[in-house]
């Protein structure tokens, strides 16, 4: 008997398993395709919700930076910011969409929301029908807080000389535009060898500042009674009460073209304690001496001398004031009382910071101590910076008397303004 063996070539072996390798390398390379094809989707569906969301933001904060122009101007200029910063491509299946409402909470806190969508055409997940565009989507929502802010203006002798005068009205009423008439308050007050209050912290307040600015005209003379403006607006903001879990930021925005130079004590007047102000002169030897409530001249007194005019004057039997810095008796003379009159501002600008106000400065001309300004702010190119109170900045017009001083007086206000809305806007 013969037994025949029949077996199979190793050849076709081989054979069949090359062929179950490229079923599974197509298999696999099937899969990468659509892999590598879904990452660059979605890749360009993460770029374009970057873009989307930097559009939204910014459309976000144009809307309540331009809130107190009203709300149709403030959506107009908002989608034109959205516009600008997304920019549409090739692979944008259509136009993005974006909504922005308004809305007020108890508090008369105004908050706005933007939504927008982008569509966006897929390349490799367009190979499955219901994925052949790509809807992205972001949102956005700010609150603006309320403003209460006291303008503290010098209309001091020297702003006739420097161009001041006639460059701050007009900036003052534009700067006030940029706020809301009808939810901010904001005050006026001035100071030269007094200082006032013209117009007390309230709403609707555009009209009457402005006309209050341009009244200073023809007024401007005296001293730099700066301490005294800053108690001024600090009782203004102080007036203005902050209700449980309202959004309020307070605001003084100081102006100056000078050094401060009056200060303000009560004195003996011949045995009668008298209120009275004085300094108010930058060089010389000569102290003013003031009445509180008009800022006309009572009498002055000659250090170098020591002569009084009138020679009768009820104080002449004073050795000085006591100062605020150290407490002892110094004589009247324009180095001390400068020294005094910077000392009271800053402390009293610390005083405000201590409770949560911010205080940007201008100083115009070229008769300006930068630096007391800086620490009047706070801000952080000061000497005596303090990174745990509230940062202010300190921005100056120097090029002034000029045929720009009128103009770059606009722009620092402006400036002042923006930054006074970033604040205000969360």
Known sequence: MSINVRRRPKLNRFRDERGQTLVLFALALSSLVLTLGLAVDLGFAYVTKAKLSKAVDGACLTAMRNLAQGQATATTLATNSFNANYRATSLDASPPSVAINFSTDANGQTFVTVNATATIKTQFMALLPDYRILPVSDSAQATRGKLVMSLVLDRSGSMQTNGGASALPPAVGT??????????????????????????????????????????????????FGPGGLTLGKSQNESVPVDPGQNVVKVAVYFTDGYAN???DTLSCSGTMTLYNYGGYDSGNTVGFFDPTTGNSLATYNSSSRTWNPSNFCLKSLAGFTSQIDGT???????????????????????????????????????????????????????????????????FVRDC??????????????????????????
């Open 401 to 426: 008397p000029s045929s720009t001083c009128s103009s770059d007086l606009q722009q620092v206000f402006q400036t002042i303004a923006a930054q006074i809305l970033l604040r205000l806007t969360q």
């Open 175 to 224: 700067f006030v535009n940029y706020f809301d008439n009808t939810n901010d308050k904001v005050a006026m007050v001035s100071f030269a060898s007094n200082a006032t209050v013209d117009v007390a912290i309230g709403t609707n307040f555009i009209t009457p500042i402005t006309n209050a600015a341009n009244a200073l005209s023809g007024h401007f003379t005296g001293g730099t």
């Open 262 to 264: 009056v200060i303000q």
């Open 329 to 395: 008796t110094k004589a009247f003379t324009r180095t001390n009382v400068t020294a005094d009159a910077r000392y009271r501002a800053l402390q009293t600008a610390n005083a405000m910071r201590a409770e949560g106000m911010y205080i940007y400065a201008i100083g115009l001309g070229t008769s300006i101590d930068t630096d007391f300004l800086q620490q009047i702010a706070n801000d952080p190119a000061s000497s005596n910076y303090n990174s745990t109170q509230p940062e202010g900045m300190a921005v």
